[in-house]
């Protein structure tokens, strides 16, 4: 932790994931669109010292402070989920 990481943008689940985490992250600049710009991220990340270090600097905090650490809503939205899963299926099977 504290280090940012540069994501790309995919077409499978697992590229979704690293986006999504980015996301909840609130680092969504750290996402490329493909892999050019991926290339070009990571360089411009690497050579603006001063960002980086700006980031790094409060990137434990904000990560710590995102959704991905919110352990009650997620059990609340997983909850939702599941109730609604369920009233649908209850629907079908009337």
């Known amino acids: 932790m504290g280090v940012p990481v540069v994501t790309l943008r995919g077409d499978r689940f697992i590229a979704h994931q690293g986006e999504s ?3 909840a992250a609130g ?3 750290m ?3 493909d892999k ?8 411009n990340t690497a050579a ?7 980031m790094r600097t409060g990137l434990r ?5 995102s959704p991905l650490f919110d352990a009650a809503c997620y059990a609340r939205n997983l909850e939702a989920a599941w109730r609604g899963m369920w009233a649908d ?6």
């Open 89 to 94: 299926w209850c629907a079908r099977h009337d």
């Open 48 to 54: 603006d010292r001063r960002a980086l270090a700006k």
């Open 61 to 65: 905090a904000r990560v710590a402070d």
């Open 31 to 33: 996402i490329a669109a």
């Open 27 to 29: 680092l969504g600049e």
């Open 36 to 43: 050019d710009a991926y290339v070009q991220l990571a360089l």
């Open 21 to 23: 985490l980015m996301h």
